[in-house]
């Protein structure tokens, strides 16, 4: 064991690396962590301050939000409905959506249902979103679902009818197919 003995010198270059790796240590596993959870903290605290201040401006404008909101009840409830939305493609998919529960509601069973996601461009007219609806079910059925199309929420024009015998199916069945147009009103 009397050759083991370290210099001076070995012996700091020993403890300067021990030292060194302590440090390195204590950096990653707590100088760090302490750092990450400071700042998800503070970026907590700042998007808890931004939603305060949002609601206190909302709490500020709520006489003027009801007023607005008044406003747009009464002049939906006063004029015909169109079909709203950010896009031409969500408007399109409320159509669609409102077209087959119609059909469902009527007892008729949809074999095709079509709705362009682009509106027409008429400049004399509102933009519209055509849908084509093509649908099987009995007289009842068929009376049934151009009344609800004739009474329905929104406005929907209609131009082309069709209705008929379907032979390839067997008893009273008919086959409907509806073209229309739908007012959109972009939001």
């Known amino acids: 064991m009397s050759g083991l003995r370290l210099s001076a010198r070995e012996r700091r270059t020993i403890g300067t690396a021990v030292g060194v790796a302590a440090a390195a240590l204590v ?4 100088v760090l962590p302490f750092g990450r959870r400071w700042q998800a903290r503070e970026a907590a605290l700042a998007v808890e301050v931004d939603r305060l201040a949002r609601l206190r401006g909302l709490i500020a404008a709520q006489p003027q939000l009801e007023a607005a909101a ?4 009464i002049a939906v409830a006063s004029g015909p409905r169109l079909l709203q939305g950010r896009s031409a493609a ?5 159509l669609q959506g ?3 529960d119609i059909a469902d509601e009527s007892g ?19 933009p519209a979103i055509p849908a084509t609806v093509s649908a ?3 007289i009842w059925g068929v009376t049934d679902m151009l009344s609800l199309l004739q009474h329905a929420p929104h406005v929907l024009e209609i131009e082309e009818l069709s209705v008929r015998p379907n032979p390839a199916l067997r008893g009273e069945l008919m086959q409907l197919t509806v073209r229309l147009r739908a007012g959109w009103l972009g939001s």
């Open 70 to 73: 008044q406003a747009r009840h």
């Open 98 to 100: 409102l077209l087959q």
């Open 108 to 126: 008729v069973v949809v074999s095709r249902l079509d709705v362009a996601g682009a509106p027409e461009a008429d400049p004399a007219a509102a």
């Open 136 to 138: 099987i079910g009995d």
């Open 27 to 30: 950096l990653v596993y707590a």
């Open 90 to 94: 969500l408007a399109a998919s409320a």
